[in-house]
């Protein structure tokens, strides 16, 4: 008669098609609430219902979640930079993709600081460059029209280093202070924009 070994693991190929949007999920949630230290393997897989095989199959090791979970949260800042260039022009586009950065490091800060520790280590999120890459593309067509007054990349340079600035003083400050915070991002957003810009010039 053949046994079986019980102490093989399940096949993480059977389990179900969306269970690796589920672990990004649940690994979203659980950082957003408790940093890395709060999305364990063993939190994950309970909160999702499966097995660890199943992080393995997926993402190749609990590192590999967090990444996938991290590049997620970027994306709706490139999102929001792309939808308002497509309907407004770049100017349009880099307010809300700054705002969408400031209001996700309001409303989880915890998650944001592991953006940004991300950033930090040279390892940002996966949409990072491209998303700078189609700004600076866009901002091309703005110096050349004359409505930029520094040169797309550097341009780039120095949105990327404002935002960052923003976004490091909500995720830090701005979750536990007054509610002034949304019109210092607001004044922080102008004085850049105002400084690279020449509003008076055709966008496009």
Not at 22 to 37: D, F, N, P, T
Not at 105 to 131: D, F, K, W, Y
Not at 145 to 172: D, M, Q, R, S, Y
Request: glycine share 8%; proline share 6%; with cysteine.
């Amino acid at each position: 008669m053949k046994t079986v070994d019980s102490s093989t693991p399940p096949n993480p190929r059977h389990k179900s098609p969306h269970s690796r949007r589920k672990l990004i999920r649940v690994a979203r949630e659980l950082l957003s609430a408790g940093g890395k230290e709060g999305a364990s393997s063993r939190a994950i897989c309970a909160v999702a219902g499966v097995g660890a095989p199943t992080i393995y199959h997926y993402f190749g090791d609990l590192v590999g979640l967090h990444r996938a979970a991290i590049d997620e949260t970027y994306e709706q800042v490139a999102e929001a930079y792309l939808k308002g260039a497509k309907e407004r022009g770049p100017m349009q586009g880099l307010r809300n993709g700054w705002g969408a950065f400031n209001q996700f490091a309001h409303q989880e800060p915890h998650m944001c600081r592991i953006v940004i520790q991300q950033i930090l280590a040279g390892n940002p999120p996966a949409s990072v460059a491209e998303t700078l890459r189609i700004v600076e593309e866009d901002l091309s067509v703005m110096y050349e029209n004359g409505a930029l007054h520094f040169h797309p990349h550097e341009a780039v340079k120095l949105l990327w280093i404002g935002t960052l600035g923003t976004v490091c003083f909500t995720a830090t400050e701005g979750s536990n202070a007054e509610n002034d915070y949304p019109q210092i991002q607001e004044t922080m957003t102008r004085l850049v924009l105002n400084a690279l810009f020449d509003a008076e010039r055709p966008q496009e």
